[in-house]
């Protein structure tokens, strides 16, 4: 018994939206459930530097934060005190930063930059480099000569280098005592997670490495919940209601 009146319609609209905002619920239920992950910045030095080093190529060694099983590399820092020249003074070579692996020689990662003067700041994000552990941030000059950075002696980490990969040494070599290379890395953390294969209308996915940015923000499994009930008590009362009409117009 099809009925036309305005109250029918109506229903029908409602119905229908109700049906697609399950179709919505169930298709958003595969969203992946991770907390968001700000950036942290690893330094070994203590911000007020004691001397320069020069070389054609130089780095520290880093370690991601205690806890962590995987980071994402975002940005690298080098306080630059001597920019690598060509010909002349006026002439800056370009220096290309590196990124290598926990034995210090497999490379994974390097772009050329402009160097200058203070923190030479290099935005590494779009690189999508993701480590399990140690790895290095060097940067060599491709001028005639070297690239200076800024040292700092208290309470050395014995982390910090000059020469190449596969060749690294301590610049207490060269200048006696230990030092901390200023150099920076701003990390993100990044998790693991494996799909909830159970989710109903879910896709199941295989586990994947996920990295939010901070600010950002994931549905989290009790809402998706929470609107899923909503949706299916309102759909059943509106179905009983238009039963009701029919058999009272009918
Ligand atoms: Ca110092
Ligand atoms: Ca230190």
Redesign the pocket.
């Known amino acids: 018994m099809n009925l036309v009146t305005t109250k029918d319609g109506f229903f029908n609209i409602t119905v229908a939206s109700v049906a697609i905002l399950l179709v919505l619920t169930l298709a958003s239920s595969s969203i992946a459930v991770v907390k968001a992950s700000p950036g942290e910045w690893i330094v ?3 911000d007020e530097s004691d001397g320069g080093f020069v070389s054609k190529h130089l780095g520290v060694k880093f370690s991601i934060p205690a806890g962590w099983n995987k980071a994402k590399i975002l940005t690298v820092k080098f306080y630059v005190n001597e920019l690598p020249f060509i010909y002349s003074s006026t002439d800056i070579a370009q220096v290309r930063v590196h990124v290598y692996g926990a034995n210090g020689h497999t490379e994974l990662s390097s772009l050329e930059t402009t160097p200058y003067q203070g923190w030479l700041t290099v935005d590494l994000s779009g690189q999508n480099i993701v480590v399990d552990g140690d790895f290095y941030l060097t940067i060599e000059s491709l001028g005639e000569t070297g690239v200076g950075i800024w040292f ?1 002696v ?4 014995y982390r910090s280098y000059y020469g190449g990969p596969g060749s690294w040494s301590p610049p207490s070599l060269i200048i006696g005592v230990p030092v ?1 290379l200023m150099i920076r890395a701003e990390v993100e953390q990044v998790q693991t997670h494996v799909e909830d294969k159970t989710a109903v209308g879910g896709t199941i996915l295989t586990p994947q490495e996920i990295s939010i940015p901070e600010g950002s923000t994931a549905l989290s499994v009790p809402i998706l919940a929470y609107i899923l009930s909503l949706a299916t008590v309102a759909l059943a009362a509106l179905v009983i209601s238009r039963n009701f009409m029919k058999k009272n117009n009918g």
């Open positions: 070994y030095d203590d700092d208290e309470n050395p980490d901390d």
